[in-house]
């Protein structure tokens, strides 16, 4: 029978005054990858839109039809950004259920066959977007009058990010001798 650990010997929360006491981690602005502070301003610039849009539609009872547009736009960009954070902390939705099981001859080659495919499925995606932005041409947007090729740049440069990101991570799977998928619950620690 296996023994419970013991429920105090984590940090105390609780003090001798009966008072909680909890003390939040320093803020650190210098680990945050330049890809997070494009999604961010991205963000803003999406929640900005949308508080204009309810304000002109439900205030001033006067929508603003190129809100709509703008916002999806925005919400786009937010997501290819931002999606570079996530392959860079490498915690994009995966398979280890049966990585626990496998002996580690099998699971090595998988887990790098999966680096090498998802940075060769992101290196295709990049180029793939930059021939569309080349068949667009000068294809504008519905309502506002700016070229499609603006939200398209946006994607490409995500793509581009996640495509650098993915062989970073490829590089550092190579240099400690296991990939997240072999050991669930490591981070992407060095930067």
């Known amino acids: 029978m296996s023994q419970l650990p013991d429920i105090d010997s984590g940090p105390k929360v609780m003090g001798d005054d009966g008072q909680f ?3 939040d981690e320093e803020v650190r ?3 945050t990858p330049l890809e997070a502070w494009f999604a961010l301003a991205f963000f803003w610039a999406l929640g900005l839109t949308v508080f204009y849009q309810f304000f002109t539609r439900y205030v001033l009872n006067d929508s603003a039809a190129w809100t709509e547009e703008i916002a999806r736009y925005l919400l786009i960009s937010t997501v290819f950004t931002g999606a570079a954070i996530g392959v860079a902390k490498n915690n994009h939705i995966q398979v280890d259920f049966f990585y626990r099981f496998m002996p580690r001859w099998l699971s090595r080659p998988l887990g790098l066959l999966v680096d090498f495919l998802r940075t060769g499925f992101l290196v295709a995606a990049t180029f793939l977007t930059w021939q569309m932005m080349d068949k667009l041409g000068s294809y504008k947007m519905t309502i506002v009058d700016l070229p499609m090729n603006m939200v398209y740049a946006v994607v490409m440069a995500g793509f581009a990010a996640m495509s650098l990101r993915s062989l970073w991570v490829l590089r550092l799977h190579l240099q400690r001798g296991y990939c997240v998928l ?3 619950g490591t981070e992407m620690s060095e930067r």
């Open 182 to 184: 072999e050991r669930p």
């Open 29 to 31: 602005f210098d680990q």
């Open 21 to 23: 006491h909890a003390v």
